[in-house]
């Protein structure tokens, strides 16, 4: 029988690719988006390519408005719930601290209580970060790591990640958490530094643009394929039983790796474009990402296709083809 499944942020990088793989195994869809002034085909274009699916439905839910989410859980029954809405970006977290608390915790909790009351077998998966390792810089980081948040948006996934852990023991509904490691693809915000970079080397070479403007470029990150993690994700809720895991690539490198090998690819100097500016710098910064996905590898069988140079070129060619 075809399962149903709810997509909060269908319209972010990794809901789209998480409906494409859903849709693809022959589930239901219900993607939610919540309504704001920017036009529907600009805030769908991650998702323009399965608007016609028979399979996909969309419905209005802004995650910080409870009832929008009973009523969803209660029409739809459904068999599966991600939930990846968010406010993702961890810069911005520092400029609107409680309106991303609202979202990122708040948001989390309504859905284990529209589970909990509404469809108590439907399986939960939390979008949890490894950005809630903050400034300890162990490594790598996996799921004995002590967390260490440094921003609002971290804070906030932490205490998510906790309510997941605290919904599972008290109820036992099937809600699990997936910490995963930064990870990019075409479809990421344009804001996120691997897309910022392969964007501007992109219209530089086309002459569209002089200058890139960045902050700190010492700090390390575990980059994968949005791609790779979401499948991950699923794997997650496949399971007999709820737990959390990470993913990650097992490898890191600085965002000044990033820069010089995209513009290296590109044939450009990085010297001749990049500006620092203090602008792009954050109050707090988390020096050192660098995940241990064995859990996931075992378990899950989960190991990713791609890595940072594949990926970092088919970001650059997408942001080339795009441009042109
Ligand atoms: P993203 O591209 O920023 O997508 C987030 C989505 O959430 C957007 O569609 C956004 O829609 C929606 N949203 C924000 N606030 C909402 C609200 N109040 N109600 C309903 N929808 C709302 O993020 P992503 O990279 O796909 O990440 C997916 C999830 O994984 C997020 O929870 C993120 O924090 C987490 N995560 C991401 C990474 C990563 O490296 N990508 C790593 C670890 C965890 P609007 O257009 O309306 O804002
Ligand atoms: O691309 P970023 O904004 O990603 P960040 O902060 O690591 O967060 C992302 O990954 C998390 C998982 O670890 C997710 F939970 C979160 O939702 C998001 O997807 O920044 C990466 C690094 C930071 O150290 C930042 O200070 O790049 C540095 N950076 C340097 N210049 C910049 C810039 N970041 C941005 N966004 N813009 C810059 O100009």
Request: proline letters at 4%; hydrophobic letters at 35%; one cysteine or more.
């Given at each position: 029988?075809?399962?149903?499944?709810i997509?909060?942020?269908i319209?972010?990088?990794?809901?789209?690719?998480?409906?494409?793989?859903?849709?693809e195994?022959?589930y239901?869809?219900?993607?939610?988006?919540?309504?704001?002034?920017?036009?529907?085909?600009?805030?769908t274009?991650n998702?323009?390519?399965?608007?016609d699916?028979?399979?996909?439905?969309?419905e209005?839910v802004?995650?910080?408005?409870?009832s929008?989410?009973?009523?969803?859980?209660?029409?739809?029954?459904?068999?599966?719930?991600?939930?990846?809405?968010?406010?993702?970006h961890?810069?911005?977290?520092?400029?609107?601290?409680v309106?991303?608390?609202d979202?990122?915790?708040m948001?989390?909790?309504?859905a284990?209580?529209a589970?909990r009351?509404?469809?108590?077998?439907?399986?939960?998966?939390q979008?949890?970060t490894?950005?809630?390792?903050?400034?300890?810089?162990v490594?790598?980081?996996?799921?004995?790591?002590?967390?260490?948040p440094v921003?609002?948006?971290?804070c906030?996934?932490?205490?998510?990640?906790?309510?997941?852990?605290t919904?599972?023991k008290?109820?036992?509904?099937?809600?699990s958490?997936?910490?995963?490691?930064?990870?990019?693809?075409?479809?990421?915000?344009?804001?996120?530094?691997?897309?910022k970079?392969?964007?501007?080397?992109?219209?530089?070479?086309?002459?569209l643009q002089?200058?890139?403007?960045?902050g700190n470029?010492e700090?390390q990150?575990d980059w994968g394929h949005?791609?790779d993690?979401?499948?991950?994700?699923?794997?997650?809720?496949?399971q007999?039983?709820?737990?959390?895991y990470?993913?990650?690539t097992?490898?890191t490198n600085?965002?000044?790796?990033f820069?010089d090998?995209?513009f290296?690819?590109a044939?450009?100097?990085p010297?001749d474009?990049v500006?620092?500016?203090?602008?792009?710098?954050r109050p707090?910064?988390?020096?050192?990402?660098?995940?241990?996905?064995?859990?996931?590898n075992r378990?899950l069988?989960?190991y990713p296709?791609?890595?940072?140079k594949?990926?970092a070129?088919?970001m650059?060619?997408?942001?080339v083809?795009?441009?042109?």
């Amino acid at each position: 029988m075809n399962k149903t499944a709810i997509i909060t942020g269908i319209t972010g990088q990794d809901g789209s690719y998480l409906a494409d793989l859903l849709l693809e195994k022959g589930y239901t869809v219900i993607g939610t988006m919540r309504r704001t002034v920017s036009d529907f085909e600009d805030k769908t274009k991650n998702i323009s390519h399965i608007l016609d699916s028979s399979n996909l439905i969309l419905e209005e839910v802004d995650i910080t408005d409870s009832s929008s989410i009973y009523q969803v859980v209660n029409k739809y029954q459904p068999d599966e719930y991600y939930n990846l809405a968010a406010q993702s970006h961890v810069g911005t977290s520092f400029k609107t601290p409680v309106s991303t608390t609202d979202i990122n915790l708040m948001g989390c909790l309504y859905a284990l209580e529209a589970i909990r009351l509404q469809k108590p077998d439907c399986k939960f998966y939390q979008a949890s970060t490894s950005e809630m390792f903050g400034d300890n810089t162990v490594c790598p980081q996996g799921l004995g790591t002590h967390f260490s948040p440094v921003s609002p948006y971290a804070c906030a996934k932490l205490a998510a990640h906790h309510m997941v852990g605290t919904y599972r023991k008290s109820y036992n509904i099937f809600a699990s958490s997936g910490i995963l490691f930064n990870h990019e693809s075409p479809r990421r915000g344009e804001n996120f530094v691997t897309r910022k970079i392969t964007k501007a080397a992109a219209r530089i070479k086309l002459g569209l643009q002089k200058e890139l403007r960045l902050g700190n470029l010492e700090a390390q990150r575990d980059w994968g394929h949005a791609k790779d993690y979401v499948k991950g994700m699923w794997l997650m809720l496949q399971q007999d039983k709820a737990d959390d895991y990470v993913l990650a690539t097992g490898k890191t490198n600085s965002v000044q790796d990033f820069l010089d090998y995209v513009f290296d690819f590109a044939g450009l100097n990085p010297k001749d474009h990049v500006v620092i500016d203090p602008k792009f710098y954050r109050p707090c910064e988390v020096p050192k990402l660098w995940g241990d996905p064995s859990k996931a590898n075992r378990k899950l069988g989960w190991y990713p296709e791609y890595d940072f140079k594949r990926l970092a070129i088919e970001m650059y060619e997408e942001d080339v083809r795009q441009a042109t």
